[in-house]
């Protein structure tokens, strides 16, 4: 067991990583989104105020089957759920579904909905349905709705529920469910999606495209064939989403790739959104992915069997901070890279990284625990059993500014693996906790191959590095 305090900065040999194609080359944007709702809800009275997710909302209730909607199990209902929705909006009154299976097709509403479902009531896809619902311009509340899309429609479809440049968003307590495409959709938003089910989608949950401080918070997203939770920009700039307290798992890559798909929660070109106290579990490939999102903050999420990095920060991020996270079995545990887009500036720090090995095929080096390469203090995380490096600090030339201190690192091949190239820039390691490091404390790499010994042994020949 030892104490290592010492300075690195400096040359060595000059070659560059290979890095894998740029998703935007290979992302585009999944068409749709569902997301699913669970639960009923109790009536409120007429004329009273009542909860209806963070809002307040007014006015009476008023009965489906007073509007002449009725629960079929075999009669598509669009027109007349139209126009119930319709004649509700113009009284200012919610629209409470009938008990039974309301089939609807692709209803389409320019203005506002509001809607409250009730046990036993079920909105549900037409055989030859693209969608169920979507909402332009809004209002939209919904409460308490349970929407079953029966994988109808196609993958690169609609989403089942589609809501365009509404203002005010709420959505709580529903279920949404059987999506062939995405199950939510919200583009160009404000508001919030909270307490729903989201499940058996086989794209994606749900997708908040171009949304603006829109919450998404205490859902259940589940069992996805692609992705869980989406939050993207159609280019780069401020979003301020928070995605929060959420329970996302057991989302598959079926559309294959080395990324843009098997994602728990997928941050793309947004700024300034917050992900925190998730629970992330079983992702074919990661449990927080952000892409070129600046300024944003990955903290307090608990993160469990992940097919390949548990927390990626990629590509041109500026600013970011991953703190505090605990991630349990994975192929690698946090990556915060590609200074080679001018990725760069973050903090790493409180995060307990375990149990990480090669879990998949990749031509990516994995098995580590923390991997960093531009502007970033790695401080205070713990990492134990993992099969390659504790810490990686740099890829090549890829190395500038990094501080790697007063961290544990334990059961780990090698304690902190630095580059040691030249052109790699300057890094500061002093005052980690190194036991039981086979491969060595701290050792020189060039890319994957190591290129020295323990730097720390007894007589150990030192590259052309400042020591202290």
């Known amino acids: 067991m030892r104490m290592v305090h010492f300075h690195l900065s400096g040359p060595g040999h000059d070659e560059e990583k290979k890095r894998r194609a740029s998703p935007l080359s290979r992302r585009t944007f ?97 055989d030859d349905a693209s969608y169920v619902l979507r909402v332009n311009n ?47 959709n919200l583009e160009n938003c404000r508001g919030e999606v909270r307490n729903c089910l989201l499940e058996k989608a086989l794209t994606a949950g749900l997708f908040a495209l171009d949304c603006k401080d829109f919450r998404i918070v205490r859902n259940h997203v589940r069992r996805c064939g692609d992705n869980g939770i989406l939050v993207w920009q159609s280019s780069k700039r401020r979003d301020g989403a928070l995605v929060a307290q959420n329970l996302v798992e057991d989302i598959r890559a079926d559309s294959g790739g080395d990324g843009p798909y098997g994602n728990g929660i997928n941050i793309f070109r947004a700024h300034e959104v917050r992900v925190a106290d998730n629970t992330i579990r079983r992702c074919a490939f990661t449990a927080v992915r952000n892409h070129s999102g600046d300024n944003c903050i990955i903290s307090r999420n608990v993160i469990h069997d992940m097919k390949e990095v548990a927390i990626f920060v990629e590509f041109a991020y500026q600013g970011a901070v991953v703190s505090d996270n605990i991630i349990d079995l994975a192929s690698a545990g946090i990556s915060v890279t590609n200074l080679n887009r001018n990725g760069h500036l973050a903090t790493v720090t409180g995060n307990i990284v375990r149990n990480v090995s090669p879990r998949i095929q990749s031509s990516d080096t994995l098995g580590y625990g923390i991997s960093v390469e531009g502007e970033v203090a790695v401080t205070g995380n713990t990492v134990e059993n993992a099969s390659e490096a504790g810490i990686s600090a740099g890829w090549g030339r890829y190395l500038r500014n990094i501080t790697v201190s007063g961290n544990v690192l334990r059961q780990c091949k090698v304690g902190v693996a630095v580059s040691v190239v030249q052109n790699a820039g300057p890094i500061v390691i002093t005052g980690n906790m190194i036991a039981n490091a086979s491969g060595g404390a701290v050792v020189g790499f060039d890319h994957s191959t190591p290129v020295t010994g323990d730097l720390l042994a007894p007589g150990a020949t030192v590259p052309p590095l400042s020591v202290m």
């Open 30 to 126: 999944v068409n749709g989104l569902a997301a699913a709702v669970a639960g009923g809800a109790m009536a409120a009275p007429a004329g009273k105020a009542f909860a209806f997710g963070a809002q307040q909302v007014t006015g009476p209730i008023v009965e489906a089957t007073d509007l002449g909607l009725q629960g079929n199990p075999t009669a598509d209902q669009t027109a007349a759920f139209r126009a119930a929705l319709q004649a509700a909006a113009q009284q200012k009154a919610v629209l409470r579904l009938p008990r039974g299976v309301v089939r609807v097709k692709n209803a389409i509403i320019n203005g506002p909905v509001r809607l409250m479902g009730r046990p036993g009531a079920y909105l549900q896809a037409t």
């Open 138 to 184: 809004g209002p939209l509340w919904m409460h308490g709705v349970f929407v079953d899309g029966r994988y109808a429609g196609r993958r690169d479809g609609p989403a089942l529920i589609q809501v365009n440049n509404a203002g005010s968003v709420y959505i709580d307590s529903c279920t949404i469910r059987r999506g062939k495409g995405n199950l939510l």
